[in-house]
T-cell receptor, first 115, second 116 residues
């Protein structure tokens, strides 16, 4: 059973460009979480999605960031007009039922560098 | 709102020595508690978690953590560490109430370095 997959693993963008980060959850998991890890910081929650629905986006910056989890295909975290402060590691995690206390399984992350 | 404090950002120890990584949390509601481990350039892996029952939980590789409600702590311990335990360890909490988002709130992490 393949784990959570993220691609690309590394992404370099210039200021003003768009970044698209993809996450394929574990087989059978329909709940996806995105977290951001800034240097020397812990992970910060960004958004929680189920198939075709955003359940909690309380951690998403108000502008330039969006996320989706379509019926078919991976979840996408999109960052428009990137700035240097967006440089970070972005992790997604998945779980089967989205229950309290349930283990979240993490992908290897996408490391975004904005030049 | 919940918060997690990991008191030590870095902990160097010698191989076969005991280690304790400290974690305290603050929350207005009951929480579930987790320890995750992150090896270099990898994602996080669950080490152990406390949901209910015995306050002492163990992992398969010799780590244990004890939930202390009165002190709002969930410290991680191992009696004898190996070189391979070198990694960053994150303590996290999630809301027991659930019903909307089971997001994890993480501490800033503790880098454990095991020296020969």
């Amino acid at each position: 059973n393949a784990g959570v997959m993220q691609n690309p693993r590394h992404l370099v963008r210039r200021r003003g460009q768009e970044a698209r980060l993809r996450c394929s959850p574990m087989k059978g998991h329909s709940h996806v979480y995105w977290y951001r890890q800034l240097p020397e910081e812990g992970l910060k929650f960004m958004v929680y999605l189920q198939k075709e629905n955003i359940i909690d986006e309380s951690g998403m910056p108000k502008e330039r960031f969006s996320a989706e989890f379509p019926k078919e295909g991976p979840s996408i975290l999109r960052i428009q007009q990137v700035v240097r402060g967006d440089s970070a590691a972005y992790f997604c995690a998945s779980s089967p039922w989205g229950l309290a206390g349930e283990t979240q399984y993490f992908g290897p992350g996408t490391r975004l560098l904005v030049l | 709102a919940q918060s997690v404090t990991q008191l030590d950002s870095q902990v160097p120890v010698f191989e076969e020595a005991p280690v304790e990584l400290r974690c305290n949390y603050s929350s207005s509601v009951s929480v579930y508690l987790f320890w995750y481990v992150q090896y270099p350039n990898q994602g996080l892996q669950l080490l152990l978690k406390y949901l209910s029952g015995s306050t002492l939980v163990e992992s398969i590789n010799g780590f244990e953590a004890e939930f202390n409600k009165s002190q709002t702590s969930f410290h991680l311990r191992k009696p004898s560490v190996h070189i391979s335990d070198t990694a960053e360890y994150f303590c996290a909490v999630s809301d027991r109430v659930g019903g909307g988002s089971e997001k994890l709130v993480f501490g800033k992490g503790t880098k454990l370095t095991v020296n020969p």
